[in-house]
């Protein structure tokens, strides 16, 4: 019995060592008061290609921050806002993602996926046909870092569907083609699969990147890419909208 109590004690005792030094498994801790979500910093296993970071640290998502292109300032943001037309939504009738050509071909084997993922990667390696085989991207909505650029989608910013829904059903083939692989606007990101197919084609009524520092950064690019495209906002969207500009501290 002895020997026993001896070897409980010294398993709770290498528990709470792992978890003063962050090894183990980070746990996904559920929102707290203010709406944000903690991740905590660890591999999830030896040798696995993602890790997360702490989100609510906006310095660890900054370089997601940083490259995407044609962002406004949260101010421009505000006024473009005003601009947008306010309507309900269109149905879906028609509707195919087919019907957005993506992805498209840029030269040197290169498309619109690997462009994007070669300019938000770090020391990003590719082979001969322009795949990325090698990198670190942090993926802005939750703070996951990848180092397998197989594990990562591209998201459009304002989904394909939500275009179609706004306004994108009476543009030509060819509008709609730029609007799918636009890469003058911040409309492209690498994010983990995981969150992009929770968001799925939803709104920022109804979906907000779980990390919350970059609620600013994703309104601000939202309205940047309808504003543009001329589409149109629900009343629910544009109140949301409004709410993520107002977390901008700049």
Known sequence: ???????????AAVAVLL???????????????????????????????????PVEDAKALQPAVQVLPGLSTPEAARIQLTTLNVAPQKPMTGYTRTKFTHWTG???????REIVLQRTGADVQRDAECRAVAGTWTSPYDGVVVTDAAELDIDHVVP????????????????RKDFANDLDRPQLLPVSAA???GKGDQGPEDWQPPARVYWCTYATAWTNVKAHYRLSVTEAEK?????????CTT
Request: with cysteine; net charge positive.
């Open 160 to 175: 394909l569907a939500n275009a179609w829904r706004s306004g994108a059903d009476v543009w030509t083939a060819a509008r």
């Open 106 to 112: 840029h030269g040197e084997s290169c498309d619109t």
């Open 195 to 197: 969150t992009n197919r």
């Open 1 to 11: 019995m002895g020997q026993k109590n001896t070897a409980r004690a010294m398993t």
């Open 239 to 247: 109140n949301k909208l409004e709410q993520m500009l107002g977390t």
């Open 19 to 53: 978890a003063l030094t962050g090894c183990g498994t980070a746990p996904h801790r559920a929102p707290n008061a203010s709406g944000a979500t903690s991740y905590e910093a660890s591999l999830s296993t030896p040798g696995s290609p993602t890790a997360t970071v």
